[in-house]
């Protein structure tokens, strides 16, 4: 299945990011090397959780992380 060709993908390119380094990303060239689950948490938890798997990442040396985000459309609130 081709994630990103489903309504449910959303995608963006932060400024300095080459289209050809996210379409490789897009393609699986990169291996995973950590990842964040974000869903069902309130936004503290979920920055603070970030904060910390980010200072992780960065300390490990990881080149590719996965984050996973829900864009709150089942939140009250």
């Known amino acids: ?3 990103w060709l489903t309504s449910e ?3 963006g390119r932060a400024p300095g ?3 050809k380094l996210l ?3 897009r ?3 990169f291996s995973v090397q950590r990842t964040l689950n974000l869903r069902g948490l309130f936004v503290e938890e979920a920055r603070l959780a970030f904060e910390e798997f ?3 990442a960065i300390l490990n040396g990881d080149k590719c992380v996965l ?3 829900g864009r709150g459309l089942a ?3």
């Open 17 to 19: 990011v080459s289209k």
């Open 75 to 77: 939140s009250k609130g």
């Open 23 to 25: 379409r490789e990303l």
């Open 67 to 69: 984050i996973i985000h």
């Open 54 to 56: 980010m200072k992780e």
């Open 1 to 3: 299945i081709k994630v």
């Open 9 to 11: 993908y959303i995608e």
């Open 27 to 29: 393609e699986g060239k």
